[in-house]
């Protein structure tokens, strides 16, 4: 199964830092995380960047994920 890291910030929201998932695609990886940790809001975890085996993705709607990834979530980082 594919291992998803959690930053300290969604620790919050999960109590966990990381858990094993069945997703093969993003899409079913956010179903998956959503219905798993009821306090996750999917829209706010739709705009977060991920990475998935090291490669960040801004945009991963259609991106595969492999039955060892590892994948994380990150909130972007704005500056000015």
């Given at each position: 199964m594919?291992?998803?890291f959690?930053?300290?910030?969604?620790?919050?929201?999960?109590?966990?830092?990381?858990?094993?998932?069945?997703?093969?695609?993003?899409?079913?990886?956010i179903?998956?995380?959503?219905?798993?940790?009821?306090?996750?809001?999917?829209?706010?975890?739709?705009e977060?960047?991920?990475?998935?085996?090291?490669?960040i993705?801004?945009?991963?709607?259609?991106?595969?994920?492999?039955?060892?990834?590892?994948?994380?979530?990150?909130y972007?980082?704005?500056?000015?």
């Open positions: 594919a291992t998803v959690f930053s300290s910030e969604l620790i919050k929201f999960t109590g966990e830092e990381q858990v094993e998932v069945k997703a093969r695609d993003y899409r079913a990886l179903d998956e995380l959503v219905t798993r940790f009821e306090n996750l809001d999917k829209a706010q975890m739709m977060m960047a991920i990475s998935i085996d090291g490669l993705l801004v945009d991963p709607l259609f991106e595969a994920i492999e039955e060892e990834s590892e994948i994380h979530f990150f972007f980082v704005t500056g000015g």
